[in-house]
């Protein structure tokens, strides 16, 4: 029996404790992947995704510890990002909307940005076409361009009654407001305030793979996609 033990030790065991070794700090540190439960960003976004996500993009920290060793960036208007949410710590993805020291208005849900409205073009009803939709209450989808060269389509749900005007409010220093690109369906900045720069745990670069949430087959149009 040892001898099987010992057998299966090495022909399991330590190369799985080596990947653990290999695979765990690079997670940490490096780069991560996580499964996305809910529709808060869609039409980006959707349930189903795997998304990747650099951990370099703003930091860089030691693996496996909290201890920032250097800083590589600062968040930018139209990042997409996963975060810590300052009122339970549930991981979140969000997108940066105002950054620190500018000043932030939503009026009739159309963001302000240091007192110029931003453009939003909307899109024709098949820009969201497939897209799951809440029961009684239809999307309407638009192109929001939140900086020069950096537009991104959302979806907003107009017979919804959600709050859609605040502030104007400045954004402090070390911090960003973020938002659901679903903006009607996100509980984002409108919720839970600023969000502190060492909460932001890295940028979104893609979706990995994505599976539909209900049939869990792949949608292959989504693989390997970059996010606007």
């Known amino acids: 029996m040892r001898g099987r033990a010992r057998e299966f030790a090495r022909a399991w065991l330590k190369p799985l404790l080596l990947a653990v070794l290999i695979v765990a700090p690079f997670r940490s540190a490096v780069a991560d992947w996580h499964d996305v439960p809910t529709g808060s960003m869609k039409p980006t ?3 189903g995704d795997r998304i990747f996500v650099s951990k370099l993009a703003y930091e860089l920290r030691f693996p496996l510890t909290g201890w920032k060793l250097a800083e590589l960036g600062d968040p930018a208007r139209g990042d997409v990002v996963v975060l810590r949410s300052p009122l339970d710590e549930t991981r979140l993805l969000k997108r940066v909307v105002a950054v620190e020291g500018e000043l932030v208005e939503l ?28 029961e009684g209450f239809p999307q ?9 060269g950096r537009s991104h389509d959302l979806l907003v749900t107009p017979r919804r009654r959600v709050p859609r005007s605040f502030g104007p409010v400045r954004v402090p220093a070390g911090h960003v407001l973020v938002l ?5 369906n996100s509980a984002d900045s409108r919720v839970f305030g600023f969000v502190a720069r060492e909460r932001i745990e890295g940028r979104v670069l893609g979706v990995l793979l994505s599976l539909h949430p209900r049939r869990l087959w792949p949608r292959w149009e989504r693989t390997c996609t970059p996010l606007e």
């Open 180 to 184: 659901g690109d679903n903006r009607d």
């Open 107 to 134: 009026v009739g849900g159309r963001l302000v940005i240091d007192g110029t409205p931003l453009r939003y073009e909307r899109l024709p009803d098949a820009a969201h076409d497939g897209l799951p939709q809440p």
């Open 45 to 47: 976004v959707l349930e």
């Open 140 to 148: 309407v989808a638009l192109r929001e361009e939140l900086a020069p």
